[in-house]
């Protein structure tokens, strides 16, 4: 799957991905919810305006992008229902 990205530079210049494509496809990030470092790698955790999670990978020393991990926000809505947050004793009236 081929991707295109545009990084912006937010905050303290920080690189931030404003919008990137996949297969012709643009989407437009809301969020950028984190970044961290690997080994020859740099990863980029982004909501789109969709909705939809995304992790991107940066290969630095080639400069070529990937898609690593894709959640649709339907799945996203799921799993918080399928999950409830548990209750703590102060709840129940212990």
């Known amino acids: 799957m081929e991707v295109c990205v545009e990084i912006c530079l937010g905050p303290g210049g920080v690189e931030m991905i404003r919008r990137f494509h996949l297969d012709g496809r643009e989407i437009e990030v809301s969020?950028?919810?984190?970044?961290?470092?690997?080994?020859?790698?740099?990863?980029?955790?982004?909501?789109?305006?969709?909705?939809?999670?995304?992790?991107?990978?940066?290969d630095e020393s080639e400069g070529d992008w990937e898609l690593i991990m894709f959640q649709s926000a339907e799945s996203q809505a799921l799993a918080s229902h399928a999950h409830p947050h548990p209750r703590h004793d102060s709840e129940e009236g212990h």
Do not use: C, M, P, S
């Open 31 to 58: 969020d950028n919810l984190d970044q961290w470092h690997g080994a020859d790698y740099r990863y980029f955790k982004v909501k789109g305006e969709n909705g939809n999670l995304y992790i991107l990978r940066l």
